[in-house]
């Protein structure tokens, strides 16, 4: 079902797809956020809770997306449109496929400064193993004779530097712009043809190694052993919005990607591939961190810094931690590019899809003015600290400028994507068309239809109202 509209460019199979799928849902969501918010929520309720989130209702919604991208093959402002038309419904519905493009322009603002972080601790730790080479000793531990102070220290004197700030976003940014620019095949899918096979033997080795030097057992307990009193209201809605941005969902990212799919119709195995994949990479992610902060007695807990404080102070006492904090640092930096090109995608496929742009007029815009947005993201850490942007909502009252676009976006826009787009594949798609596009039928078509019509919206529902309005926890 090929549209009138259709962009010339397509994946080159269904596994470069996959590939580039992947790329897209594994990112700072499942190395930083994830690990993060189990050390903070206590480990196994939250973990258990999560992956029932991913099942019941990311994988649906993933569905869905790809659905949508497929059987319209263009941005997804445009596949939106060529799906209602074919389902003769209101083609206003294309809203939410703009609300979708404008979430992940901001999300990739924010995203390109976080990933700078990683940036910049990617060249700590290579100065720190290049002068472990030069001293003869390549298997030391990270940053010898620092005190736990010193170490934790880079992270605000990082903060306190907008110049260094902006050079890692700025270079980030660059990256990302560049393979966007280059197309589908020979930028989007030439960096997840390469780059994921290197993340999973990365990911793969560093957990192999922490197995080795670290405390499995404890961090397999902790993760895995569920108190359910630590699941509260607040940490489900915190899975619940972790599953939905992890895969990718609600801010058309999936949807566009899926508008590259040009043969094939075996959706539902392709996203349970992406799914599982995804949910396999944050618990593999949690036990390649944990066994580590174990064993050197530290704190899951630290919230944001986890990654960057109490990792880097734990391999100073780890067997070769310089060259595995090294690694480490790589492999979420690889993570990260491979999403943020996700992310710029979905304006750039918009501009050149409805506005008739050339790729690289699209991406130069979106690129550009996201990493204008960037700047002051990273200037709430030092000039503009005392910047509150939407300190009139009381949910945002004492939330800096990048925490209140991720908020904003998280909160609002995310959850209302994801709604938006399970009720109208889940009530307002044609049948045939689902059928024939998804190549499902039968028991799985149904139960796939009942989780997006019903349990999808409820759900989010649930996610939007106890976010915004925190007051009806209790
Ligand atoms: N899923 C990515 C991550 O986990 C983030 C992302 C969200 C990417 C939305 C694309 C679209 O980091």
Partial sequence: MVAATSTAEGWSSRSAFILAAIGAAVGLGNLWRFPTLAGESGGG????????????????????????GRAGQTDAVGSIKVVARESRVSERWWLFGGLGA??????????????????????????????????????????????????AGRMGDLFANPTLLLAMHFAFMGVTLFIVARGISGGIEKAATWLMPAFFVLLISITIYGAIVGDVGEAAAFLFTPDWSKLTPEVMNSALGQALFSLSLGVAGIITYGSYIREGTKLGSTAVAIAF?????????????FPIVFAVGLDPAAGPTLVFQTLPFAFESMPA???????????????????????????????????????????????????????????????LSDVRPLGFWSIFAETDILDTVDGFTGKVMLPLGALAASLFVGWKADRRLLETTTGLSGGAFAVWRFLLAWLCPLAVSIILVTGLFPSVLG
Avoid: H, K
């Fill in 321 to 383: 931690g310089s060259l595995i904090g090294l690694l480490f640092f790589v492999l979420i930096l690889v993570a990260a590019v491979t999403s943020s090109i996700s992310l710029l995608e979905v304006p750039t496929a918009w501009g050149v899809g409805q506005m008739g742009w050339s790729r690289t007029t699209s991406a130069l815009v979106f690129g550009g003015s996201a990493f204008v947005i960037g700047i002051f993201c990273l200037l709430g850490y030092n000039v």
């Fill in 45 to 68: 309720a939250f973990v258990i809770f999560y992956i029932g989130c991913v099942v019941l209702l990311g994988l649906p919604l993933l569905l869905a997306e790809i659905f949508i």
């Fill in 277 to 289: 994949a995804d949910t396999g990479v944050a618990l593999l992610a949690g036990l390649m961190i």
């Fill in 102 to 151: 404008m979430a992940a322009f901001l999300i990739v603002s924010f995203y390109s400064v976080v990933a700078g972080w990683v940036l910049y601790y990617v060249g700590v730790f290579a100065a720190d193993f290049g002068s472990a080479l030069m001293a003869g000793d390549p298997f030391r531990g990270a940053l010898a004779g620092e005190s736990q102070e010193q170490i």
